[in-house]
């Protein structure tokens, strides 16, 4: 009984969430801050699950150990925000976040976006039909830098380079787009057929 109402519950607001392609209405407001309510709240608990309790209740309980309470402390200066006369306190916790963040992330888009895109780009080639992508990749690469690098006018040799460029950057965009499309078509399709099969048992 409890999944079947459940069904039904997911199938109105699924509804409600495609009511929006006609046009704006009440039915899509309320799922939409339905949506964003119950993520809050979802989110909420989990933080004080996983971060407060894990983090820093239980390592003071059982181990003793009270100085979690100073990352606490300054996670906590995250709401000096709302209060005017204390507002510049905040800039310690971003500091803390800016830095740990970039620390974490910069090798990571080094080594994804710079240095394996040099290793594909300086591959050796055999003239055989595999290395037919580590070409197309070297010359890619090379046109795009070209039309990114203003200190040369884009004319003569130059130009005709940097609008291969082009054309290699708009395939790129191109491809990012399309994948977005196809990840956006594939849950699309997942909700027909959850109304189709799951709800009304037409397939």
């Not at 000096?80 to 507002?87: C, G, L, N, T």
């Not at 499309?181 to 189709?196: G, P, T």
Request: contains cysteine.
């Amino acid at each position: 009984m409890g999944t079947y109402i459940g069904i039904w519950i997911a199938a109105g607001l699924t509804l409600c969430i495609y009511s929006f392609l006609y046009k704006d209405n009440p039915f899509f407001k309320f799922a939409e801050h339905l949506f964003v309510g119950v993520s809050a709240g979802y989110t909420i608990a989990i933080t004080w699950n996983e971060a407060i309790l894990k983090l820093i209740w239980e390592p003071m309980k059982t181990k003793n150990d009270f100085t979690v309470l100073i990352p606490a402390a300054i996670g906590l200066l995250m709401f000096s925000r709302f209060i005017p006369k204390y507002r510049w306190l905040i800039r310690w916790p971003l500091a803390f976040i800016i830095g740990v963040g970039a620390g974490a992330s910069i090798p990571r888009v080094m080594q994804s976006l710079i240095f394996e895109q040099t290793a594909a780009t300086l591959k050796p080639v055999a003239f055989n039909l595999a290395s037919i992508n580590t070409v197309i990749i070297a010359v890619g690469v090379i046109c795009t830098l070209i039309y990114f690098f203003f200190s040369l006018e884009h004319k003569g040799p130059v130009g005709i380079v940097s609008k291969i460029g082009i054309i290699f950057l708009m395939v790129s965009f191109g491809a990012a787009f399309g994948y977005t499309i196809m990840a956006r078509i594939s849950l699309l399709i997942e909700r027909v057929y959850f109304l189709l099969h799951d709800w009304l048992h037409i397939i």
